[in-house]
């Protein structure tokens, strides 16, 4: 039987964005992160209204951000573990700043613009989930603004993060020195030899031990049932397109590297991870 709740869910997502930020914007989940709290403690702590209250912590538990423990007035509201690392302002996971920026990127019509949003929450994520305490210098291989290597700098402080920009889809002649080289959604930007020479080029910048991670979304090895998500996102123009993990993981050891990983970031958004010989 045919039933229309996919395209409901679809079309009204933009609802469930509203709560989510309107929750962030009051500070719902940082409160929430101090301990289990009632209506009327959220009413009071927070300065709102009971029907605003209300209209937060019912449809926030039925999109399992929330948990409720208990029934009517003796109800007490609590984080899920996800909102309590990644939406309380006072944990070292926080994405509400970039969530948000994504979330108005997305709403923009311009894919470049969805594009960035969804790099701003890579770049936290990739900071939180990477290990950089062995390393020492990063390259930022053309991110818009630096993006990335603030975000990493800010994170690791010990960590000296430069940016190079890449023009278009030509590839630089030379790469300066890295212990680490990110190439941060440009791969997609190039042909196979194109992107073969970026590759090399970063191969030769890394000292042995170092490492190129190269965040793309990332299709199905089987494009027909690829992420729908990247294939629309790497269709900026006709010579785009969406990089399969086998893609990256062939080009990757034609470069010369030997061992590769994958650190999966949100969805098909994924970090490949390359190192050289040591």
Same mark, same amino acid.
């Given at each position: 039987?045919?039933?229309? %709740?996919?395209?409901?869910?679809?079309?009204?997502?933009?609802?469930?964005?509203?709560?989510?930020?309107?929750?962030?914007?009051?500070?719902?989940?940082?409160?929430?992160?101090?301990?289990?709290?009632?209506?009327?403690?959220?009413?009071?702590?927070?300065?709102?209204?009971?029907?605003?209250?209300?209209?937060?912590?019912?449809?926030?538990? *039925?999109?399992?951000?929330?948990?409720? %423990?208990?029934?009517?007035?003796?109800?007490?509201?609590?984080?899920?573990?996800?909102?309590g690392h990644f939406l309380d302002r006072n944990s070292p996971g926080y994405l509400g700043e970039v969530l948000s920026q994504s979330v108005a990127a997305a709403t923009s019509r311009k894919s470049r613009s969805f594009a960035a949003g969804l790099l701003a929450?890579?770049?936290?994520?990739?900071? %939180?989930?990477?290990?950089?305490?062995?390393?020492?210098?990063?390259?930022?291989?053309?991110?818009?603004?630096?993006?990335?290597?603030?975000?990493?700098?800010?994170?690791?402080?010990?960590?000296?993060?430069?940016?190079?920009?890449?023009?278009?889809?030509?590839?630089?002649?030379?790469?300066?020195? *890295?212990?680490?080289?990110?190439?941060?959604?440009?791969?997609?930007?190039?042909?196979? *030899?194109?992107?073969?020479?970026?590759?090399?080029?970063?191969?030769?910048?890394?000292?042995?031990?170092?490492?190129?991670?190269?965040?793309?979304?990332?299709?199905?090895?089987?494009?027909?049932?690829?992420?729908?998500?990247?294939?629309?996102?790497?269709?900026?123009?006709?010579?785009?397109?969406?990089?399969?993990?086998?893609?990256?993981?062939?080009?990757?050891?034609? *470069?010369?590297?030997?061992?590769?990983?994958?650190?999966?970031?949100?969805?098909?958004?994924?970090?490949?991870?390359?190192?050289?010989?040591?």
């Open positions: 039987m045919l039933s229309p %709740e996919h395209i409901l869910q679809t079309g009204f997502g933009f609802r469930a964005s509203h709560i989510l930020l309107s929750a962030l914007e009051v500070g719902l989940f940082t409160e929430l992160g101090k301990g289990p709290r009632s209506n009327r403690q959220l009413r009071r702590s927070l300065g709102l209204s009971q029907s605003a209250v209300a209209d937060l912590l019912e449809p926030l538990v *039925a999109l399992g951000l929330l948990e409720r %423990e208990g029934d009517d007035a003796g109800a007490v509201y609590v984080n899920s573990r996800e909102s929450i890579a770049a936290a994520l990739l900071a %939180e989930r990477f290990d950089f305490s062995r390393y020492g210098t990063m390259l930022d291989l053309g991110s818009a603004r630096g993006l990335l290597a603030r975000a990493i700098a800010a994170r690791h402080i010990h960590m000296c993060c430069t940016r190079l920009a890449v023009p278009g889809r030509q590839a630089v002649d030379s790469l300066p020195r *890295a212990d680490v080289i990110v190439t941060p959604m440009i791969l997609r930007r190039f042909d196979e *030899a194109g992107r073969a020479q970026l590759l090399r080029r970063a191969h030769r910048a890394l000292p042995p031990g170092g490492c190129l991670i190269a965040i793309e979304l990332l299709a199905g090895d089987d494009r027909r049932r690829g992420s729908a998500l990247a294939a629309l996102l790497g269709a900026e123009s006709h010579r785009n397109r969406a990089l399969s993990g086998a893609d990256l993981d062939d080009d990757c050891r034609a *470069a010369g590297f030997e061992r590769i990983e994958l650190l999966p970031l949100i969805g098909p958004l994924t970090a490949t991870l390359a190192y050289p010989s040591n």
